[in-house]
Nanobody, 122 residues
Framework: QVQLVESGGGLVQAGGSLRLSCAASGRTFNSYAMGWFRQAPGKERECVAA????????FYTDSVKGRFTISRDNAKNMVYLQMNSLKPEDTAVYYC???????????????WGQGTQVTVSS
């Protein structure tokens, strides 16, 4: 059974940093793309970052470019999201996702985590 468990969320002041982690289990994900989504109250869920299985290809939505960095450790089945220079508009529930390709993980992931709350105060 595939399971994705996020951690690292919390409350931080604007300008601060957080590092989200996602532990994947149930199968080997080396060839799968992994990503991070977020959903703020009243808004649609959006993909903020994704990384290919080889780590060669990455994607960032425009609003986080230069501030967020996605990485993964295939040996540990982990994916991370380093978030710097956080803004109040980054406040959302952040979800880890896995897909068979970059296109799939960005559009219709095969697996989802339960989410972790990130709150950025002004």
């Amino acid at each position: 059974q595939v399971q994705l468990v996020e951690s690292g969320g919390g409350l931080v002041q604007a300008g601060g940093s957080l590092r989200l982690s996602c532990a994947a289990s149930g199968r080997t994900f080396n060839s799968y793309a992994m990503g991070w989504f977020r959903q703020a109250p009243g808004k649609e869920r959006e993909c903020v970052a994704a990384i290919s299985g080889s780590t060669i290809i990455t994607f960032y939505t425009d609003s986080v470019k230069g501030r967020f960095t996605i990485s993964r450790d295939n040996a540990k089945n982990m994916v991370y999201l380093q978030m710097n220079s956080l803004k109040p508009e980054d406040t959302a529930v952040y979800y880890c996702a896995v897909g068979s390709s970059m296109l799939v993980v960005r559009r219709t992931p095969d697996y989802w985590g339960q989410g972790t709350q990130v709150t950025v105060s002004s």
